[in-house]
């Protein structure tokens, strides 16, 4: 699967949105886990991280994982 640009302009700034989004949640999330004590949460934060990231790195490549695999998005 090549990394050909799939998205517009509009898509881009909605992924950039959502990785920053994912990011700050999971930012939250952490110290929610680490203020009551709870493994889960961390474990949590930590795929929030990981999907903000990668939704990140998405808008920056202009590639979208979901239209590369076939499937149709609205933006």
Known sequence: MALV????QRGRKHRYRIGFAFLALG???LALGYAYDVGALR???VVL????LFSLFEA????CAA?????KTRV
Request: proline fraction near 0%; hydrophobic fraction near 55%.
């Open 5 to 8: 640009c799939n998205i517009d």
């Open 27 to 29: 930012v939250v999330v």
């Open 43 to 45: 474990v949590m934060s």
């Open 49 to 52: 991280a990981a999907a903000g």
């Open 60 to 63: 920056n490549r202009g590639w």
């Open 67 to 71: 239209r590369a695999l076939g499937f």
